[in-house]
């Protein structure tokens, strides 16, 4: 029968049930030494024993207060001091009093000057006592609690809240502790030892409250120890710097040459630019290199070359133009290097030595060209493409890429089909495939509206069985000469019956001075002898059809609020030739 080994679970445990058993045993004899020779009074001369801890406590309060009567100190090394002036027996008791406040202050800045990360105020308490061998004195500085005393000596304790709702305790290095503390700053970061619960706390906290905590105890940090320059010039001596090294390299050549990463934030540095030039210096040096850092020897000589424009390859040019041609109506900055990347792999923009996608947009004039949104958005459009600027009608149109890239996706949908299709199909199919469309960032109440802002993609009739049906658009456009609402009436005017222009015609006829669009409605109830419903014709609403009927059989200033309403010149011409 083979050697039958504990669990390690096991072997901790009986080591747990030794330790509890070694104590149990000490506390009965602790316990059955005072029973036999009670509490002793330690004062000078007294040695008078008590069975309970309050009577002791009574009676050394009995010999204090003794004292201060007769003006004696009763601290050891004064010797039974006695003085005859009260004035000077205070100022010797506030002498010993600084002095205990100096020493109670010096032991709390040393518990927690060897904790890198602080403690936490629940562990801080028990750390003292351990290390010092009894409780926090705050009674005697004149406090009535711990958080009490470590919340008001700011040059001893910094006090720092979490997001968890803990309390973190630093300590406040003075000249004397402070390379101790520069020292401890530069120690590996773990949670092992005294300081386990609050390296808990603060791995759940996350990488965001160790850069706060970082801040606040500033002071223990970025010196780069002598051992990792030593590092850095072995890197020097095998030529990795020759040429110079990209600055987004240099981490992971240290990490493959020495077999661990490299944490500089632990020496409080905040970035690695940071770390290489201001920790560093004098081993290694930083120079711009395109838009990017690269990393060189110190004192090397490299010759200055003047800045040139950077030529784009033509491998990207032609990834642009073919995106560009799929997305003719334009396209968000970020969908576009969304799109590439997905098309073609990541974009390097720094590789071609440009800031952001841009200005790689703006070196490609012959390509695209870019359009800046008043709320600062960029719209990437093919070269030539015109914007035309419309009249501010009292509220902001959102950026190009918006309406572009519905547009672009309504484009892509019509061209893939056969027939025309029922709107409300259409809309189906469109929210299938591309998700929801967001009506309200295009300003528009439904997808008719929608379909009226891009009169060069598609267009809309009304079929026979009283459905709305959309198609791919036959002309470039049927173009908005006034901006009344923004919406450009996709329906062509000879969709209009003859009728209803004969009867917009009579109106009109009957108002040779005009009529406001305001009151047309009820001029035009009064002349017809019925109301005007211009949905029957693919019109949204009453302005909508008027407004395609504008330079052709009236004519009004779409810009006004309330635009007066006449015959166009050329209708008012054929009336006037009519009768002859």
Same mark, same amino acid.
């Given at each position: 029968?083979?050697?039958?080994?504990?669990?390690?679970?096991?072997?901790?445990?009986?080591?747990?049930?030794?330790?509890?058993?070694?104590?149990?045993?000490?506390?009965?004899?602790?316990?059955?030494?005072?029973?036999?020779?009670?509490?002793?009074?330690?004062?000078?001369?007294?040695?008078?024993?008590?069975?309970?801890?309050?009577?002791?406590?009574?009676?050394?309060?009995?010999?204090?207060?003794?004292?201060?009567?007769?003006?004696?100190?009763?601290?050891?090394?004064?010797?039974?001091?006695?003085?005859?002036?009260?004035?000077?027996?205070?100022?010797?008791?506030?002498?010993?009093?600084?002095?205990?406040?100096?020493?109670?202050?010096?032991?709390?800045?040393?518990?927690?000057?060897?904790?890198?990360?602080?403690?936490?105020?629940?562990?801080?308490?028990?750390?003292?006592?351990?290390?010092?061998?009894?409780?926090?004195?705050?009674?005697?500085?004149?406090?009535?609690?711990?958080?009490?005393?470590?919340?008001?000596?700011?040059?001893?304790?910094?006090?720092?809240?979490?997001?968890?709702?803990?309390?973190?305790? =630093?300590?406040?290095?003075?000249?004397?502790?402070?390379?101790?503390?520069?020292?401890?700053?530069?120690?590996?970061?773990?949670?092992?030892?005294?300081?386990?619960?609050?390296?808990?706390?603060?791995?759940?906290?996350?990488?965001?409250?160790?850069?706060?905590?970082?801040?606040?105890?500033?002071?223990?940090?970025?010196?780069?120890?002598?051992?990792?320059?030593?590092?850095?010039?072995?890197?020097?001596?095998?030529?990795?710097?020759?040429?110079?090294?990209?600055?987004?390299?240099?981490?992971?050549?240290?990490?493959?040459?020495?077999?661990?990463?490299?944490?500089?934030?632990?020496?409080?540095?905040?970035?690695?630019?940071?770390?290489?030039?201001?920790?560093?210096?004098?081993?290694?040096?930083?120079?711009?290199?395109?838009?990017?850092?690269?990393?060189?020897?110190?004192?090397?000589?490299?010759?200055?070359?003047?800045?040139?424009?950077?030529?784009?390859?033509?491998?990207?040019?032609?990834?642009?133009?073919?995106?560009?041609?799929?997305?003719?109506?334009?396209?968000?900055?970020?969908?576009?290097?969304?799109?590439?990347?997905?098309?073609?792999?990541?974009?390097?923009?720094?590789?071609?030595?440009?800031?952001?996608?841009?200005?790689?947009?703006?070196?490609?004039?012959?390509?695209?060209?870019?359009?800046?949104?008043?709320?600062?958005?960029?719209?990437?459009?093919?070269?030539?493409?015109?914007?035309?600027?419309?009249?501010?009608?009292?509220?902001?149109?959102?950026?190009?890429?918006?309406?572009?890239?519905?547009?672009?996706?309504?484009?892509?949908?019509?061209?893939?089909?056969?027939?025309?299709?029922?709107?409300?199909?259409?809309?189906?199919?469109?929210?299938?495939?591309?998700?929801? =469309?967001?009506?309200?960032?295009?300003?528009?109440?439904?997808?008719?509206?929608?379909?009226?802002?891009?009169?060069?993609?598609?267009?809309?009739? =009304?079929?026979?069985?009283?459905?709305?049906?959309?198609?791919?658009?036959?002309?470039?456009?049927?173009?908005?000469?006034?901006?009344?609402?923004?919406?450009?009436?996709?329906?062509?005017?000879?969709?209009?019956?003859?009728?209803?222009?004969?009867?917009?015609?009579?109106?009109?006829?009957?108002?040779?001075?005009?009529?406001?669009?305001?009151?047309?409605?009820?001029?035009? =109830?009064?002349?017809?002898?019925?109301?005007?419903?211009?949905?029957?014709?693919?019109?949204?609403?009453?302005?909508?059809?008027?407004?395609?009927?504008?330079?052709?059989?009236?004519?009004?200033?779409?810009?006004?609020?309330?635009?007066?309403?006449?015959?166009?010149?050329?209708?008012?011409?054929?009336?006037?030739?009519?009768?002859?």
């Amino acid at each position: 029968m083979g050697t039958v080994y504990k669990t390690h679970q096991q072997l901790e445990d009986e080591d747990t049930e030794r330790y509890l058993k070694k104590q149990a045993d000490i506390f009965e004899r602790r316990k059955a030494r005072r029973e036999a020779e009670g509490y002793k009074c330690t004062v000078e001369g007294c040695g008078q024993a008590f069975k309970e801890m309050l009577d002791l406590r009574s009676h050394i309060y009995d010999h204090q207060q003794e004292d201060k009567m007769r003006m004696k100190c009763n601290q050891a090394k004064c010797g039974g001091l006695k003085f005859n002036n009260r004035r000077a027996y205070n100022e010797h008791v506030e002498m010993h009093r600084a002095e205990a406040q100096v020493k109670i202050l010096s032991s709390i800045r040393s518990v927690l000057l060897y904790n890198k990360h602080g403690l936490l105020m629940e562990e801080f308490e028990r750390e003292f006592r351990s290390m010092i061998g009894k409780h926090v004195p705050y009674k005697v500085v004149g406090y009535n609690s711990v958080f009490d005393l470590v919340t008001n000596i700011p040059d001893v304790v910094q006090v720092t809240h979490l997001d968890g709702g803990q309390t973190l305790l =630093l300590a406040v290095p003075d000249k004397s502790t402070e390379h101790i503390s520069k020292m401890i700053g530069n120690q590996r970061t773990n949670r092992e030892g005294f300081n386990y619960r609050t390296g808990e706390v603060l791995a759940r906290e996350g990488r965001s409250a160790l850069r706060k905590i970082e801040k606040v105890a500033d002071v223990k940090n970025r010196v780069v120890p002598e051992f990792m320059k030593k590092q850095v010039e072995q890197l020097k001596m095998i030529g990795v710097f020759e040429g110079g090294l990209d600055l987004l390299e240099f981490r992971e050549v240290y990490d493959q040459e020495f077999g661990y990463p490299l944490d500089f934030r632990c020496y409080g540095f905040y970035s690695l630019e940071d770390f290489v030039f201001h920790g560093l210096g004098g081993v290694v040096e930083l120079d711009v290199d395109g838009l990017g850092w690269k990393i060189f020897p110190c004192g090397l000589k490299r010759s200055a070359e003047a800045p040139q424009v950077q030529e784009i390859p033509r491998d990207v040019k032609n990834n642009f133009k073919k995106l560009l041609d799929e997305n003719p109506f334009g396209i968000s900055a970020p969908a576009l290097v969304r799109t590439y990347d997905g098309c073609f792999g990541q974009l390097n923009i720094r590789q071609v030595k440009c800031k952001d996608l841009v200005e790689l947009c703006f070196l490609i004039p012959d390509i695209c060209s870019v359009n800046k949104s008043h709320v600062g958005d960029f719209t990437i459009l093919p070269a030539g493409h015109k914007v035309e600027k419309e009249k501010s009608n009292g509220k902001k149109s959102p950026p190009l890429w918006v309406l572009g890239e519905v547009k672009n996706n309504i484009w892509k949908m019509l061209n893939s089909l056969s027939k025309d299709v029922a709107l409300t199909a259409f809309v189906k199919g469109y929210e299938g495939y591309y998700g929801y =469309l967001n009506l309200e960032d295009l300003q528009c109440e439904d997808m008719m509206e929608v379909c009226r802002l891009m009169p060069d993609v598609c267009s809309i009739k =009304l079929a026979e069985n009283g459905q709305f049906m959309i198609s791919p658009a036959k002309k470039p456009g049927y173009e908005d000469k006034g901006h009344m609402d923004r919406s450009v009436t996709l329906v062509p005017k000879e969709s209009i019956p003859e009728s209803c222009k004969m009867n917009i015609k009579r109106v009109l006829v009957k108002n040779p001075g005009g009529v406001k669009l305001s009151e047309f409605y009820n001029r035009y =109830l009064e002349a017809v002898g019925r109301n005007m419903d211009a949905s029957k014709f693919g019109f949204r609403k009453m302005e909508n059809l008027l407004q395609s009927l504008n330079w052709s059989l009236l004519q009004f200033d779409a810009a006004e609020r309330d635009p007066i309403l006449k015959l166009s010149l050329e209708t008012e011409s054929n009336l006037l030739l009519g009768p002859h």
